[in-house]
């Protein structure tokens, strides 16, 4: 189980398997046109419960790729001493929850921690229930992905920290 880490609270209690790091980028979704991997896949069963792992604003949209999805947008800044994350300093940031088969509330203020939805498959989870978790952070004018295993020492790292993707869709 991983550790909390910095200001990110790990979203699945009692699944810690990622089976898609960040940056990913197959042969198969580079030939369809398809951007390299924009967060991270945790493997969860159908239905596991999804806790807040930031605090903030919290919106509800969906798309074809991504189904339900969840995304809050977070506080000013973190406190962290991983350098990747330091180097971008105070920035503003949100995350995205994707596939989703369940939301609990939509458009309320939530605290780290609180129950908010269930993992499912909606959109293009093609490889069975699962969570894309996403993170965008606000650097030099301009919105990146960012790797959130970054916040994590137990988490496997992407191919590199930050993406600066404009193509869609997204590969979710
Ligand atoms: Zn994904």
Redesign the pocket.
Known sequence: MPDPGGQMLWPTPGHSQVS?VFADWPPWRKEMGLSP?????IRAPQGAPIRAPISGLLTFSETDWGGLTLSIYGEKKWDTENPALAAIGQTFYFIQL??LSLLLGVERDVRIGEAIGAVGSTGTASTGP?L?L?LQTFHRGGWIFTDPALFWDTVPLGRHAFLDLDRQPL??
């Open positions: 898609s991997h924009s967060g991270i896949d994707l596939h699962h894309h996403t590969y979710a």
